[in-house]
Nanobody
Framework: QVQLVESGGGLVQAGGSLRLSCAASGSIKSITTMGWYRQAPGKQRELVATITSGGSTNYADSVKGRFTISRDDAKNTVYLQMNSLKPEDTAVYYC???????????????WGQGTQVTVSS
């Protein structure tokens, strides 16, 4: 089984910072793109940031200049450093990894369970 386990969410005041982590484990042959999405109450899940195996990054306009995505391939882990947080950043954050496992032999997208981020005003 492949699992993605997230950590680092919590409650923070506006202007504060949080760092999310997401570690993939199991029978993993290769990982291409990793990223973060978020879903606020009553809204659709939206892209926050992605990073390819080559290090190319993509950000939602709403987080550019405030959030930074990075990855450690030796640990199969993706990070999201969130600075200058705003109340509108409040959401459940989900990580994903597009990977080839030892079970499927082809690329599939796996998701973490989600971690709550709450920004108070």
């Amino acid at each position: 089984q492949v699992q993605l386990v997230e950590s680092g969410g919590g409650l923070v005041q506006a202007g504060g910072s949080l760092r999310l982590s997401c570690a993939a484990s199991g029978s993993i042959k290769s990982i291409t793109t990793m990223g973060w999405y978020r879903q606020a109450p009553g809204k659709q899940r939206e892209l926050v940031a992605t990073i390819t195996s080559g290090g190319s990054t993509n950000y939602a306009d709403s987080v550019k200049g405030r959030f930074t995505i990075s990855r450690d391939d030796a640990k199969n882990t993706v990070y999201l450093q969130m600075n200058s947080l705003k109340p509108e950043d409040t959401a459940v954050y989900y990580c994903h990894a597009d990977l080839v496992s030892g079970y499927s032999g082809y690329e599939l997208r796996y998701w973490g369970q989600g971690t709550q981020v709450t920004v108070s005003s």
